[in-house]
């Protein structure tokens, strides 16, 4: 049982480029998520999918895209990167939105990503 | 909107010392607060769920406790060890208007703990 499952660990691009970050999970989740983490701050959440074909934006969206098209996928596109997306990006799923005892959310373990 | 905050940002102890992280948040329609540990270069793993009709939840030597009404909670560790060393950080599910969540996580900053041998 692999969990989450976050491709590529490093990744460093220059301005203006695009990539996409991809995540899967082997857990049946429903649940869906993607954050990310400036140094000395918490997570803050990009996009979330509620189902396959079914997302929706978080926090801080600009400039990032999602698509959830298998339950098991959820890969996230960074389009024209700027300084400002130099971050460490986290992919989460759980079985509900209602988080509790029985229901956990699992972490990947992140992908730092720099833009020169 | 909600905002959580840790303080320390940093706390670096002897082992075998008791020791306390605090977390606030500013708005009390909360679903629960949970408490991750983070090692360096790896994911968020769940320490500790407190729901938000609970006052406290023990795992081990981990203690968390809940004031939703005055928008605390505390994260406890007896007889510290150095492999207790990480980040810890807090995190409050907020709740809709109809009692449930949207599942959307809000993270403090993160307490980073060393324990020194």
């Known amino acids: 049982n692999a969990g989450v499952t976050q491709t590529p660990k490093f990744r460093i691009l220059k301005i203006g480029q695009s990539m996409t970050l991809q995540c899967a999970q082997d857990m049946n989740h429903n649940y869906m998520y993607w954050y990310r983490q400036d140094p000395g701050m918490g997570l803050k959440l990009i996009y979330y999918?509620?189902?396959?074909?079914?997302?929706d934006k978080g926090e801080v969206p600009n400039g990032y895209n999602v698509s959830r098209s298998t339950t098991e996928d959820f890969p996230l596109r960074l389009e024209l990167a700027a300084p400002s997306q130099t971050s460490v990006y986290f992919c989460a799923s759980s079985y509900s939105r209602h988080l509790g005892s029985g229901n956990t959310i699992y972490f990947g373990e992140g992908s730092w990503l720099t833009v020169v | 909107k909600q905002e959580v905050t840790q303080i320390p940002a940093a706390l670096s102890v002897p082992e075998g010392e008791n020791l306390v992280l605090n977390c606030s948040f500013t708005d009390s329609a909360i679903y629960n607060l949970q408490w991750f540990r983070q090692d360096p270069g790896k994911g968020l793993t769940s320490l500790l769920l407190i729901q938000s009709s609970q006052r406290e939840q023990t795992s081990g030597r981990l203690n968390a406790s809940l004031d939703k009404s005055s928008g605390r909670s505390t994260l406890y560790i007896a007889a510290s060890q150095p492999g207790d060393s990480a980040t810890y950080l807090c995190a409050v599910l907020v709740a809709n208007a109809g009692g449930t969540s949207y599942g959307k996580l809000t993270f403090g900053q993160g307490t980073i703990l060393t324990v020194h041998p």
């Open positions: 999918s509620v189902g396959a074909g079914i997302t």
